[in-house]
T-cell receptor, first 113, second 114 residues
Framework: QKEVEQDPGPLSVPEGAIVSLNCTYSNSAFQYFMWYRQYSRKGPELLMYTYSSGNKEDGRFTAQVDKSSKYISLFIRDSQPSDSATYLC?????????????FGKGTMLLVSP | DAGVTQSPTHLIKTRGQQVTLRCSPISGHKSVSWYQQVLGQGPQFIFQYYEKEERGRGNFPDRFSARQFPNYSSELNVNALLLGDSALYLC?????????????FGEGSRLTVL
């Protein structure tokens, strides 16, 4: 079993839809959770950064962490064609001693006009 | 402000050759990490450097090496290239060594090994 599981998609939605992206993980030591957006042939761009369980909102984006279920989510409201990209979840532990991220495979999102 | 910059952006090598990739972190960032992203996969951790010292190493063979310079820029070297080394190599910088720092990625260097 991989440490971080993420459905690769593609996930196709119409413009304006609410998008739900998810990851599950197996390592209970993970404490910090991130979502990155990666456009084709570009580097990942940090979208959301959360610590431990709970919700965090930033504009159209909401990140949720449920540590009891080892499950994290990213919601995108009022999706736009410009949101079409690959979304990577990433996480790291408290005691790793350095800033190592463990990534999921990424979910490709396609938002059609 | 400039983000993380990497060079070259694209390069093609043949099996057995050696390659050097370069990275300049965001101004004020002292930590640089390197990741390998194979097509269709998430990035995988290779190295982290902080204050010119190696602070972490991922599960990569000794053919991979790196260093950090006094100005905090970094180089990643890969010797005896294999076809499987074809990937996007990403550099990320953060303020410090600790776990709470956010990582900011560059655009990457796309390596093709023929």
């Amino acid at each position: 079993q991989k440490e971080v599981e993420q459905d690769p998609g593609p996930l196709s939605v119409p413009e304006g839809a609410i998008v739900s992206l998810n990851c599950t993980y197996s390592n209970s030591a993970f404490q910090y959770f991130m979502w990155y957006r990666q456009y084709s042939r570009k580097g990942p761009e940090l979208l959301m950064y959360t610590y431990s369980s709970g919700n965090k909102e930033d504009g159209r984006f909401t990140a949720q962490v449920d540590k009891s279920s080892k499950y994290i989510s990213l919601f995108i409201r009022d999706s736009q064609p410009s949101d079409s990209a690959t979304y990577l979840c990433a996480m790291k532990g408290m005691n790793s001693g350095y800033s190592t991220l463990t990534f999921g495979k990424g979910t490709m999102l396609l938002v059609s006009p | 402000d400039a983000g993380v910059t990497q060079s070259p952006t694209h390069l093609i090598k043949t099996r057995g050759q050696q390659v050097t990739l370069r990275c300049s972190p965001i101004s004020g960032h002292k930590s640089v990490s390197w990741y390998q992203q194979v097509l269709g996969q998430g990035p995988q951790f290779i190295f982290q450097y902080y204050e010119k010292e190696e602070r972490g190493r991922g599960n990569f063979p000794d053919r991979f090496s790196a260093r950090q310079f006094p100005n905090y820029s970094s180089e990643l070297n890969v010797n005896a290239l294999l076809l499987g080394d074809s990937a996007l190599y990403l550099c990320a910088s953060s303020l410090g060594r600790g776990n709470t720092g956010e990582l900011f990625f560059g655009e990457g260097s796309r390596l093709t090994v023929l």
